[in-house]
């Protein structure tokens, strides 16, 4: 089966001279493979026609072609297609009652359409998008095998489905809502249990409090209670964990499972695999063409999912869906090759408001990643302004000789111009090839945005570009706030890899601060942690060696990980389980054995 997908952001018919038309050898002997849409003047391809030869594809030079040929028998698994050539996606996962469903993969394969199909929103249309939300509920049932999801569709077609969804991004909720958090959750309150999700989720205070006030991860936090305080049958949660810390997290996973056990289906996007690990029963996985077609696949136990997807083989479809696994590294020692110190401090005083930080002393070597941990609120973003000249310090002293190039926690989308544009200004043509080209660009998937207007790309599309900028910069110390937020799982792992392999190659160093324990187990040497009560005082202690440093952490949190037996990647003990209580007592929060 020949799937041809146009990515329309990137097609750019007035730039370009047709050269899909042109170059291509079934027009060229008289055969209308491709034809120019007359109002558009956009490429229309006939898959039929095609003879999936790669010249268009290779000719444009937009690269806004995607053709390939996909296993015949996954045709009667399409579920939906967006026009002719439009996004198409195969197959779907299952709500399930008393469990929590997870689905892992990466941005772009379908996940936002899965959760308007599974929620009626929109109406499977089995790949005729000629009758598109007309085809009859009788057709769209009988494609799908007797079970669960099929149960739950039936139900779909006869209305019978409440669905809450919490957004992806908790962001741009102030701009549809700008009062108060009380008010906001009591015109969402379907359950009367507005009390009790506040203090479960510690938002009680933040009631007086508009929207545009608060934190990230506060607004996660209201995000998340106004979604439980609807009663729906099935919760889609999205990226629940983005700017919340590890304590956070946790909270939020004892929520949701508590919900789920109450009787309601559950279903959670996530791209922290570690929380991702421990909330869920069942996981799926989706892979596919990022914006030209995704297949889920069916459920499997969370471990074996997790495991296939950063090994990147699938065995029972038998497809690679990355060119290199992922790998942990088992009892690594980390610092080896560190040089001399780029940045000492010590002493370190800020206030501000009633917050007070103070740190010990420290320093940071060349060829070093400092990773930065500990609770929000407790001054990290501070001191790392501090350290960028953002804010003036206090107290204390700090060497500034180091040139410094910094990525703040939240990024905006103010550039007005292409992608391309963008990096030129800010980094010159050091993106264009080279090093910096094969290490950053390329494994970001930067070089597939350059057409694309800076002020229209997604969350992960942002940050993906000012992690480019930021390393691209001439410094000594790179600073980055929370890079792993609003990327998929596979973009963090290869933003970790960027980050630490700059540093290594350049012998420059670099501090990220990051809530996400697989990213900052892929890229630290050592851990700067942060102590203290959120908005009352911080304490930064370090930088300390990775594993004394994440058994300090995480014995704050009460929380230990082990590592898997094949993959090595960490995994959250459950709490008072053996090997967790096991853990606590000889002061091993952190296994790396």
């Known amino acids: 089966m020949r799937v041809a997908v146009l990515l329309e952001d990137r097609c750019q018919p007035k730039k370009c001279n047709d050269e899909c038309q042109v170059f291509c050898p079934p027009v060229r002997n008289g055969i209308e493979c491709i034809v120019m849409h007359e109002g558009s003047g956009k490429p229309i391809i006939s898959e039929p026609l095609c003879i999936g030869c790669g010249i268009c594809i290779n000719k444009c030079p937009f690269d806004a072609l995607v053709i390939t040929n996909l296993p015949e028998e996954l045709k009667s698994d399409m579920i939906h297609r967006y026009g002719e050539n439009g996004f198409r996606l195969f197959r779907l996962p299952a709500p399930r009652e008393e469990q929590v469903v997870g689905i892992l993969g990466a941005n772009g394969m379908g996940k936002s359409t899965a959760i308007n199909l599974l929620s009626g929103t929109i ?34 077609s006869e209305g019978g489905v409440r669905i809450a969804v919490k957004p992806q991004y908790v962001d741009k909720i102030p701009r549809a809502f700008d009062g108060k958090v009380s008010a906001l959750l009591e015109r969402v309150d379907q359950r009367g249990v507005i009390t009790e999700t506040a203090e479960a989720l510690a938002i009680d205070h933040l009631f007086e409090r508009k929207l545009p006030e608060l934190s990230g991860g506060e607004l996660q936090r209201v995000a998340i209670a106004a979604t439980l305080l609807k009663d729906a049958d099935v919760y889609f949660f999205d990226e629940p964990s983005s700017y919340l810390d590890i304590h956070e997290r946790m909270r939020m996973v004892k929520i949701i499972q508590e919900l789920s056990q109450s009787g309601k ?42 495991n296939a997807y950063l090994d990147g083989f699938l065995e029972q479809e038998n497809v690679r869906i990355r060119d290199k696994p992922i790998r942990f590294q088992r009892g690594r020692q980390r610092g080896e090759e560190i040089g001399d110190p780029i940045l000492e401090w010590g002493d370190l005083e800020k206030s501000l408001g009633s917050f007070h930080l103070k740190t010990e ?139 630490r392999k700059t540093m290594e190659v350049n012998e420059k160093a670099a501090m990220v601060i990051d809530h996400d324990i697989y990213f900052i187990d892929i890229i630290s040497d050592s851990l700067l942690v942060f102590e203290g009560e959120g908005g009352m005082e911080g304490t930064a202690v370090g930088p300390l060696p990775l594993r004394n440093g994440m058994n300090r952490f995480l014995e704050q949190v009460e929380i230990t990980f082990r590592r898997d037996q094949d993959s090595h990647r960490p995994r959250i003990n459950k709490l008072d389980s053996r090997k967790d209580r096991e853990q606590k007592a000889r002061g091993e929060y952190f296994y790396s054995g």
């Open 123 to 156: 109406r499977p249309n089995l790949g005729d998008w000629l009758i598109d939300g007309d085809q009859p509920w009788e057709d769209v049932l009988e494609t799908f095998p007797r079970g669960e999801l099929r149960d739950f569709m039936t139900t779909v």
């Open 265 to 306: 289906r559950v279903i959670v996007i996530e791209h922290d695999i570690a929380i991702l690990d421990v909330l869920c029963d069942l996981i799926h996985v989706v892979y596919g063409e990022r914006a030209a077609y995704g297949i889920f696949t069916p459920p499997r136990t969370t471990r074996t999912a997790i």
């Open 361 to 499: 002393s420290g320093k940071v070597h060349s060829s070093e990643v400092v990773g930065v941990v500990g609770p929000n609120a407790t001054g990290k973003t501070t001191m790392v302004k501090m350290i960028a000249g953002e804010l003036e310090m206090d107290a204390g002293w700090c060497t500034m000789e180091a040139k410094v190039s910094y990525k703040p926690q939240h990024v905006k989308p103010d550039f007005a111009g292409t992608v391309q544009l963008w990096l030129d200004c800010e980094i010159g043509n050091k993106w264009r090839q080279g090093e910096f080209n094969s290490t950053v660009i390329r494994p970001l998937q930067i070089d597939k945005l350059l057409e694309q207007d800076a002020r229209r790309l997604s969350g992960g599309e942002l940050q993906a570009v000012n992690i480019a900028i930021c390393l691209g910069k001439d410094a000594d110390l790179y600073l980055l706030d929370e890079p792993s937020a609003h990327l998929d799982a596979n973009a963090r792992m290869e933003a970790a890899k960027a980050i």
